[in-house]
């Protein structure tokens, strides 16, 4: 029995394999993937915990009672992610960018190339509001879900401003007075002593790393690139829009600064992912979650429908109307979720 090119599943293999845009902070921190089998994903946040002792006892005593470090739960429903795009008949019928002028290529072809490269960009724009929901949770500690018959926010950080990992330095970077790499000490030593975790890198936006670049003029030492040099970093291998800076010998922390921007729909123009005056200092192996909820799918053919489990879920389906054509969707129910979030800190420098 042929298996029809818009079936469900033969789509699902090309959007799991061949055809994934790549991201940064998706990618690096959010690296533990979880799928659920219902519309809600739990959300557990762990505080910083306490670095008690085993005690002392008495060998008559036995031994003594601890208690569990504690945790919270959060419930929410993430929103459906489905952009859709339709080919029509003349849509197949046309030359496509890069054929020859003479092709001999059949309707059914071009149908094949079409969905191929609407599968690749509905991944890219699913995968770049992730991204954007990823560096609203590092940036802000909360992600807002806004949009047609949406309106919910999801907070990460404490409500009270003292316990936020965030800091504005009271002496800026732009400053001569600015000592930048006092700041990073300082605040490197703070979140160790609070996560447990161990400082490793900071991601500055581009008026940030420009102001650090600045400061650290005529200091030789504090700043040196020789683990590319030493071929420990590939800037080749770093995701589109990363540059590697170097590392501070002191604090031991690697600088990257990342140029990405998205389309913001409100004002209709280009934000960065990480605010040009902001830096994040990051540790290592942070517990972060990238969730997925249940989707639900219209079977317009059997006039059903089901629940799939998938962080990518495609579905195809006629339309003879506004225009008549074939709809290919893609469904996503994301949620990016920051565990542990002492792990991460924010830090206005500019």
């Given amino acids: 029995m042929a298996v029809s090119l818009f079936e469900p599943r033969t789509m699902l293999e090309m959007v799991n394999t061949k055809y994934r845009a790549r991201s940064f902070l998706r990618d690096r921190y959010f690296t533990r993937t979880e799928t659920f089998n219902t519309e809600t994903v739990d959300i557990d946040i762990v505080g910083p915990g306490k670095r008690k002792m085993a005690a002392f006892v008495n060998p008559r005593l036995g031994s003594s009672f601890d208690e569990r470090d504690g945790y919270t739960t959060h419930t929410f429903k993430p929103a459906y992610i489905a952009p859709s795009r339709i080919t029509t008949t003349e849509d197949a019928m046309k030359r496509l960018p890069g054929e020859?002028?003479?092709?001999?290529?059949?309707?059914?072809?071009?149908?094949?190339?079409?969905?191929?490269?609407?599968?690749?960009?509905?991944?890219?724009?699913?995968?770049?509001?992730?991204?954007?929901?990823?560096?609203?949770?590092?940036?802000?500690?909360?992600?807002?879900?806004?949009?047609?018959?949406?309106?919910?926010?999801?907070?990460?950080?404490?409500?009270?401003?003292?316990?936020?990992?965030?800091?504005?330095?009271?002496?800026?970077?732009?400053?001569?007075?600015?000592?930048?790499?006092?700041?990073?000490?300082?605040?490197?030593?703070?979140?160790?002593?609070?996560?447990?975790?161990?400082?490793?890198?900071?991601?500055?936006?581009?008026?940030?790393?420009?102001?650090?670049?600045?400061?650290?003029?005529?200091?030789?030492?504090?700043?040196?690139?020789?683990?590319?040099?030493?071929?420990?970093?590939?800037?080749?291998?770093?995701?589109?829009?990363?540059?590697?800076?170097?590392a501070l010998r002191l604090p031991n922390l690697d600088v990257l600064t990342y140029d990405e921007y998205f389309l913001d729909e409100e004002s209709n123009t280009e934000k960065p992912m990480i605010p040009d005056n902001l830096v994040i200092m990051a540790c290592r192996n942070v517990r972060c979650t990238r969730a997925y909820g249940l989707v639900n799918v219209m079977d317009l053919a059997n006039n059903t429908s089901r629940f799939v489990v998938g962080d990518r879920v495609p579905n195809s389906w006629l339309s003879i109307r506004n225009p008549a054509g074939r709809v290919l969707e893609l469904k996503s129910a994301p949620l990016m979720i920051i565990n542990e979030i002492y792990g991460f800190h924010v830090i206005k420098v500019a």
């Fill in 100 to 246: 020859t002028l003479y092709s001999d290529r059949g309707p059914d072809a071009r149908a094949r190339q079409i969905l191929a490269e609407d599968l690749v960009e509905l991944d890219k724009q699913i995968t770049r509001r992730e991204e954007w929901m990823c560096a609203q949770a590092l940036t802000t500690g909360k992600i807002t879900v806004k949009g047609e018959g949406v309106d919910a926010e999801v907070n990460f950080w404490p409500s009270a401003t003292q316990d936020q990992p965030t800091t504005t330095l009271s002496t800026l970077w732009t400053s001569n007075d600015a000592n930048p790499l006092t700041d990073l000490r300082t605040i490197a030593r703070s979140v160790a002593q609070k996560s447990g975790l161990t400082p490793v890198e900071i991601i500055c936006g581009a008026k940030a790393v420009d102001c650090l670049l600045d400061r650290l003029k005529g200091d030789n030492t504090a700043l040196n690139s020789r683990r590319i040099d030493l071929g420990q970093i590939n800037p080749r291998e770093l995701a589109d829009g990363v540059s590697y800076v170097g």
